[in-house]
């Protein structure tokens, strides 16, 4: 069985910091992506960021050169840095990775909890 779990969130107010990060655990073969995905209210889940297993990043637009994700792969742990926070990224913040449970195995997508972030203006 595999678990993600994620850091909690917070409040924080505008122009701040935050830090999530997230932990993979139980069978792990191997993990090729991890990333972010967040949901605000009244809105569909969107894609944050995420990383592939060599290292190559993806972003959303409004993101980009604000958020930093970056992972560890000894530890199975990704982690996303956010700078320059605004109310507009208030949401409940989601991790996911694409983990093949053993060898010869298919990978399956699996996801965190979700850990509220709210950025007050």
């Known amino acids: 069985q595999v678990q993600l779990v994620e850091s909690e969130g917070g409040l924080v107010q505008a122009g701040g910091s935050l830090r999530l990060s997230c932990a993979a655990s139980g069978s792990i073969f191997t993990i090729r992506a991890m990333g972010w995905y967040r949901q605000a209210p009244g809105k569909q889940r969107e894609l944050v960021a995420d990383?592939?297993?060599?290292?190559?990043?993806n972003y959303a637009y409004s993101v980009k050169g604000r958020f930093t994700i970056s992972r560890d792969n000894a530890k199975n742990t990704v982690y996303l840095q956010m700078n320059s926070l605004k109310p507009e990224d208030t949401a409940v913040y989601y991790c996911n990775a694409d983990i093949a449970p053993e060898w010869g195995q298919a990978e399956y997508t699996y996801w965190g909890q979700g850990t509220q972030v709210t950025v007050s203006s």
């Open positions: 990383i592939r297993s060599g290292g190559s990043t």
